[in-house]
């Protein structure tokens, strides 16, 4: 993924990162030439499985299958969703449709660790 020494580097600074999916077709694989489905939101689940199999190979990672993260689900509307937990947890979860966002915690501050316990995954 050549996203992932962004996503390392924002990790470490706080900044926040938004990717977008973006595959080719399965014509323009055939044929060589460069065409590509339209853009899609990536899920949470998605996004967290793809961060857990690169950090499977890197020796040291601003990340793990440990790490807390906040998933974030339709922010705003009547269903949305908040759950807090590690990713490991938050892979697990159905976040429904989109629009996603995974937030992957760092350095936390006393009140920032009430509410991830506020929105924890209870499983």
Known sequence: MRHF????SAARSGMVTDIR???PTLESLCRGKKAYEP???MTINTAIEQLLEIVQ????SAYT?????VGLARLGSEDQMIVAGTMN?????????????????????????????FYKCRT
């Open 21 to 23: 999916v973006k595959e």
């Open 5 to 8: 020494p962004t996503l390392e």
């Open 57 to 60: 190979d890197r020796e040291e």
């Open 89 to 117: 947890q938050l892979q697990l979860i159905d976040f429904g449709e989109p629009l996603h966002c995974l937030v992957i915690a760092g350095k936390t501050h006393p009140v920032e660790e009430e509410m991830l316990d």
């Open 65 to 69: 299958e440990d790490t807390k993260c």
């Open 39 to 41: 853009s899609r939101y």
